[in-house]
């Protein structure tokens, strides 16, 4: 069965540090990975996604995120922190069916402050 | 365009009562998913629409829980009988049939008292 762990229920960081948030998945099949933001009262917002391809991934808001099959992690990262980054953040992997849908199996998040 | 979107935002309800929330995706999405959120956690899997059918409602805790999609666009979460264990928030997210990339609206925050 496939399912997500996130390393950190919280992390904080300063302006303008690395922003590093962990993501470790299980999957018996080659796997789609996502990652979502959340801001307070807010819906997911889709900051990036692994399908096939390039392993490392780009997203929006400076976000890049690295698939490393041999670790089965897909951590998050940017190089500098804003203060508007302070959200949390979902991993998800993707499960696809025989019925051509996908089910998202999200890791717990993580909850990201930024500090001046 | 719009986004997905849902109605009320927010829904308090006795213990015992019958509730509904709404959601309308993006239009031409025919996929359309219903995720429930515990406060502390991830978004966990209710139940998969494919234009007006159920395809999947593996997710849905008890038969308390059923939805609709009866014209294949709006759809609606029923909780009959609420318990405070329903409290969450709920979300609706919608797809094109072919893309693995779903798009979520901002959620309808259920408290049961």
């Known amino acids: 069965a496939q399912s997500v762990t996130q390393l950190g229920s919280h992390v904080s960081v300063s302006e303008g540090a690395l922003v590093l948030l962990r993501c470790n998945y299980s999957?018996?099949?080659?796997?789609?990975l996502f990652w979502y933001v959340q801001y307070p009262n807010q819906g997911l917002q889709l900051l990036l996604k692994?399908?096939?391809?390039?392993?490392l991934v780009k997203g929006i808001n400076g976000f890049e995120a690295e698939f490393k099959k041999s670790e089965t992690s897909f951590h998050l990262t940017k190089p500098s922190a804003h203060m508007s980054d302070a959200a949390e953040y979902f991993c998800?992997?993707?499960?696809?069916?025989?019925?051509?849908?996908?089910?998202?199996?999200f890791g717990a998040g993580t909850r990201l402050a930024v500090h001046p | 365009g719009a986004g997905v979107s849902q109605t009320p935002s927010n829904k308090v309800t006795e213990k015992g009562k019958y509730v509904e929330l709404r959601c309308d995706p993006i239009?031409?999405?025919?996929?359309l998913y219903w995720y429930r959120q515990s406060l502390g956690q991830g978004p966990e899997f209710l139940i998969y629409?494919?234009?007006?059918?159920?395809?999947?409602d593996s997710g849905l805790p008890n038969d308390r829980f059923f939805a609709v999609r009866p014209e294949g666009s709006v759809s609606t979460l029923k909780i009959q009988r609420t318990e405070r264990g329903d409290s969450a928030v709920y979300l609706c997210?919608?797809?094109?049939?072919?893309?693995?990339?779903?798009?979520f609206g901002p959620g309808t925050r259920l408290t049961v008292l």
């Open positions: 998800a992997v993707s499960v696809r069916f025989s019925g051509g849908y996908n089910k998202l199996i």
């Open positions: 999957s018996s099949v080659p796997p789609y």
């Open positions: 997210a919608s797809s094109l049939v072919t893309s693995n990339t779903q798009y």
């Open positions: 692994y399908t096939t391809g390039a392993t």
């Open positions: 239009s031409g999405h025919t996929a």
């Open positions: 629409f494919q234009g007006t059918g159920a395809a999947d």
